[in-house]
Every structure is written in C-alpha cells, then in structure tokens.
C-alpha cells in the first residue's frame, strides 16, 4: 500500500462527517450574503468579506469533491 492509498483511506474513512463538515460551510456562506449586499465596496470589511467568499467557495469545492470520490470509492 502506498502513502497516497493510506492517505485516501484515512480521508475516506470519515466519510460521514463530511455531510456536517458542508452543512456548516453551507450557513456560513448564507451568513456571509448579508454583509457582501450590506458594506460598500471600498471599506475594508467589504475586502475581508470577498476574502471570505473565496475561502467559502474553496471549501465547498474541496468537501464536495472529497465526498464525491469517498463515495464513488466505496462503490467500487
């Protein structure tokens, strides 16, 4: 077994607490619509809540395709 497929396997293996870990990006990117329509678009809050967005969007993309792969995985 290599490291890739014991690291796989260890991701893998939490499976089911990748749902919860979506869930919470989920609310937090709900959260996050109001101060992006709420601040202007110079201030620095603004600045730090586009940050926030892209780290957001990051997540999902990342959880989302780990649970993806896990479950195509399992099928297998």
């Not at 396997?9 to 992006?36: E, K, T």
């Not at 600045?47 to 395709?65: H, R, Y």
């Amino acid at each position: 077994m290599t490291l890739r497929d014991a690291a796989l396997d260890a991701i893998c293996s939490q499976r089911d607490q990748i749902p919860i870990l979506l869930a919470v990006v989920i609310v937090m990117g709900l959260l996050l619509v109001f101060p992006l329509f709420l601040l202007n678009s110079g201030s620095q809050g603004y600045v730090i809540a586009v940050i926030d967005a892209i780290l957001i969007v990051l997540c999902l993309f990342v959880f989302g395709s780990t649970y993806w792969y896990c479950t195509k995985r399992a099928m297998e």
